[in-house]
């Protein structure tokens, strides 16, 4: 059974910085793409980063985070991490990792909340 927990949310002021980990375990995840995602208060879930799996290309990242968040994997832990600095009140949401299989399954974690204080 695939599971993902992420840690590593919290209360932050703008401009200061979060790293979020996602332990993922259940399968071999080498060849699947991984990502996080967050869900801002009333809005849908958008995605924020992606790094696909091993020997692919370059992460992807939103518009809104480029620059300020970085994305990698770790994966003799199984682990996906999100480094966000330079935090702005607009990325306060409830952060998921997700696990893409390359067949297009996906598993998603249970989020851990972000708080950006002004």
């Known amino acids: 059974q695939v599971q993902l927990v992420e840690s590593g949310g919290g209360l932050v002021q703008a401009g200061g910085s979060l790293r979020l980990s996602c332990v993922a375990s259940?399968?071999?995840?080498?060849?699947?793409?991984m990502g996080w995602s967050r869900q801002a208060p009333g809005k849908e879930r958008v995605i924020v980063a992606r790094?696909?799996?091993?020997?692919?290309?370059?992460?992807w990242y939103a518009d809104s985070v480029k620059g300020r968040f970085t994305i990698s994997r770790d994966n003799v832990k199984n682990t996906v991490y999100l480094q966000m600095n330079s935090l702005k009140p607009d990325d306060t949401g409830v952060y998921y990792c997700d696990v893409t299989t390359p067949w297009g399954a996906s598993y998603w974690g249970q989020g851990t909340q972000v708080t950006v204080s002004s």
């Open positions: 790094l696909r799996g091993t020997g692919a290309s370059a992460p």
């Open positions: 259940g399968r071999t995840f080498t060849d699947d793409s």
